[in-house]
């Protein structure tokens, strides 16, 4: 029964996210047959798939936080260079999703590197299913979390670049500056010896337990802004993007485990409830 489970929720997320994607068609330039727009969700499942199979087989996970990254940085370059209709928003917002990808991807990657092996998948990747299941959700991640940004590149929407625009750009760069910060401080902190089995309460760390998530919100918030001259009809759902990536953070993965984790820590310490 679990092996059909799995299997069965591999196929509903494929399935929701194509039907997802049929709905912003009509926004997107076409390439042959297909909208560019479903190219893309179709690629970004693919690059999921190839490297699932050596991931599986060799039972490593080193590879799945830098194969999303990869996939963000792929899929947003086709997405430009196939648009004929390409224009200064779009360039924009490709150097945004690069930017972040990359720095986001090289910093998780050696982050792992370092640490050994992430204990989330210390399980999950020695089940087939499981372990294709977490992949096949890593591609729903990437197709939501890119969801407004995606309806821009393949927008052959040519209105002039504006005020919305310069907005989003501003709340962007306010979130990546958070991001990197705050995940500088951490990393500095943990290197410490002195602070083992301490929590961070420093820097931007001092005002908010996760400023690194408030951080990502803001970058994705901003591409949506970016994305309001372009929306229309059914482009409306790249509104998705910063909802989907809030709730990822605060009530799936992100800060609902950190939380968990913290209070079996520090639960009883004073300092840290305060």
């Given at each position: 029964m679990p092996l059909i489970k799995n299997l069965l929720l591999s196929l509903?997320?494929?399935?929701?996210?194509?039907?997802?994607?049929?709905?912003?068609?009509?926004?997107?330039?076409?390439y042959g047959s297909l909208s560019l727009f479903l190219l893309c969700t179709i690629i970004i499942f693919f690059l999921q798939w190839i490297v699932f199979i050596?991931?599986?087989?060799?039972s490593t996970e080193h590879f799945f936080d830098l194969t999303g990254s990869?996939?963000?940085?792929?899929?947003?370059?086709?997405?430009?260079?196939?648009?004929d209709s390409k224009n200064l928003r779009q360039l924009i917002v490709l150097i945004l999703i690069v930017i972040w990808a990359l720095r986001l991807?090289?910093?998780?990657?050696?982050?792992?590197?370092?640490?050994?092996?992430?204990?989330?998948?210390t399980t999950i990747k020695k089940d087939l299913l499981v372990f294709f299941l977490t992949w096949n959700l890593q591609g729903l991640w990437?197709?939501?979390?890119?969801?407004?940004a995606l309806t821009i590149?393949?927008?052959?929407?040519?209105?002039?670049?504006g005020i919305l625009d310069i907005i989003?750009?501003?709340?962007w760069v306010i979130g990546f500056l958070i991001e990197v910060v705050s995940d500088r401080q951490k990393s500095e902190f943990k290197s410490n010896e002195s602070n083992a089995g301490k929590f961070i309460q420093s820097g931007l760390w001092k005002y908010s337990r996760h400023p690194n998530y408030f951080g990502e919100i803001l970058i994705w918030t901003g591409i949506a802004v970016i994305g309001i001259s372009v929306y229309s009809g059914f482009g409306w759902l790249g509104l998705i993007s910063p909802f989907f990536v809030f709730v990822m953070l605060n009530y799936i993965s992100g800060v609902r485990l950190l939380e968990k984790q913290?209070?079996?820590?520090?639960?009883?310490?004073?300092?840290y409830q305060s």
């Amino acid at each position: 029964m679990p092996l059909i489970k799995n299997l069965l929720l591999s196929l509903i997320i494929i399935v929701f996210a194509f039907v997802l994607t049929t709905f912003v068609d009509e926004n997107s330039v076409s390439y042959g047959s297909l909208s560019l727009f479903l190219l893309c969700t179709i690629i970004i499942f693919f690059l999921q798939w190839i490297v699932f199979i050596p991931s599986y087989l060799l039972s490593t996970e080193h590879f799945f936080d830098l194969t999303g990254s990869v996939t963000f940085i792929t899929v947003s370059i086709l997405a430009f260079f196939m648009n004929d209709s390409k224009n200064l928003r779009q360039l924009i917002v490709l150097i945004l999703i690069v930017i972040w990808a990359l720095r986001l991807g090289s910093f998780l990657f050696f982050r792992i590197r370092k640490a050994g092996e992430d204990s989330r998948f210390t399980t999950i990747k020695k089940d087939l299913l499981v372990f294709f299941l977490t992949w096949n959700l890593q591609g729903l991640w990437v197709l939501f979390t890119l969801f407004g940004a995606l309806t821009i590149l393949t927008s052959n929407n040519n209105n002039n670049f504006g005020i919305l625009d310069i907005i989003g750009v501003l709340i962007w760069v306010i979130g990546f500056l958070i991001e990197v910060v705050s995940d500088r401080q951490k990393s500095e902190f943990k290197s410490n010896e002195s602070n083992a089995g301490k929590f961070i309460q420093s820097g931007l760390w001092k005002y908010s337990r996760h400023p690194n998530y408030f951080g990502e919100i803001l970058i994705w918030t901003g591409i949506a802004v970016i994305g309001i001259s372009v929306y229309s009809g059914f482009g409306w759902l790249g509104l998705i993007s910063p909802f989907f990536v809030f709730v990822m953070l605060n009530y799936i993965s992100g800060v609902r485990l950190l939380e968990k984790q913290a209070e079996e820590r520090w639960g009883e310490n004073d300092l840290y409830q305060s």
